[in-house]
T-cell receptor, first 115, second 114 residues
Framework: DAGVIQSPRHEVTEMGQEVTLRCKPISGHNSLFWYRQTMMRGLELLIYFNNNVPIDDSGMPEDRFSAKMPNASFSTLKIQPSEPRDSAVYFC?????????????FGPGTRLTVT | SQQGEEDPQALSIQEGENATMNCSYKTSINNLQWYRQNSGRGLVHLILIRSNEREKHSGRLRVTLDTSKKSSSLLITASRAADTASYFCATDDRTSGSARQLTFGSGTQLTVLP
């Protein structure tokens, strides 16, 4: 298995532009998570899906952020309009919920720079 | 504050020495997991310990869990330069019900000097 795939790996954009980050989870996994990591705030959970349904989006910073999971093999995180404070590394992770324990598999991340 | 807090924030040791990192948390948990993050990479799962377990081993890793103190420790024995990374604990919060997301701590940056 190729693991969790994220694209692009790096994105540089100007303030006000729309940014779309993409994620392909591991085949067979039924939970998908979007995280943001910065030096100041560490690793923050933005939103997560179970069986393609958004379960908890309380971590989404504001209405400029939206996430979708149209099918089991694809998810997007969109920022519109982007701002410099959105600069961070965005990770997607997937897992297979079973029983009382599970582990998350992380993608390589997308490093976003908003100028 | 975060559910999991690692201690120390940074640790520097010589190759061959043991490294111990600690994690404290606040709520009841289903399990606690440790992850490693190499610079510029995603997190990688290392080991999971359930709330009814006290100790677990995996290769050079040893994890302990004390639910009465709400704390865990990760011991890496005979460290290598390749162990240089950030290490995070993550808790599966029992009170989250069906949500079952993990809450990550702020991490310990381990540097192993050759």
């Amino acid at each position: 298995d190729a693991g969790v795939i994220q694209s692009p790996r790096h994105e540089v954009t100007e303030m006000g532009q729309e940014v779309t980050l993409r994620c392909k989870p591991i085949s067979g996994h039924n939970s998908l998570f979007w995280y943001r990591q910065t030096m100041m705030r560490g690793l923050e959970l933005l939103i997560y899906f179970n069986n393609n349904v958004p379960i908890d989006d309380s971590g989404m910073p504001e209405d400029r952020f939206s996430a979708k999971m149209p099918n089991a093999s694809f998810s997007t995180l969109k920022i519109q309009p982007s701002e410099p404070r959105d600069s961070a590394v965005y990770f997607c992770a997937s897992s297979f919920r079973t029983g009382s324990s599970y582990e998350q598999y992380f993608g390589p991340g997308t490093r976003l720079t908003v100028t | 504050s975060q559910q999991g807090e690692e201690d120390p924030q940074a640790l520097s040791i010589q190759e061959g020495e043991n490294a111990t990192m600690n994690c404290s948390y606040k709520t009841s948990i289903n399990n606690l997991q440790w992850y490693r993050q190499n610079s510029g990479r995603g997190l990688v799962h290392l080991i999971l310990i359930r709330s009814n377990e006290r100790e677990k081993h995996s290769g050079r890793l040893r994890v302990t869990l004390d639910t009465s103190k709400k704390s865990s420790s990760l011991l890496i024995t005979a460290s290598r330069a390749a162990d240089t990374a950030s290490y995070f604990c993550a808790t599966d919060d029992r009170t989250s019900g069906s949500a079952r997301q993990l809450t990550f701590g702020s991490g310990t940056q381990l540097t192993v000097l050759p």
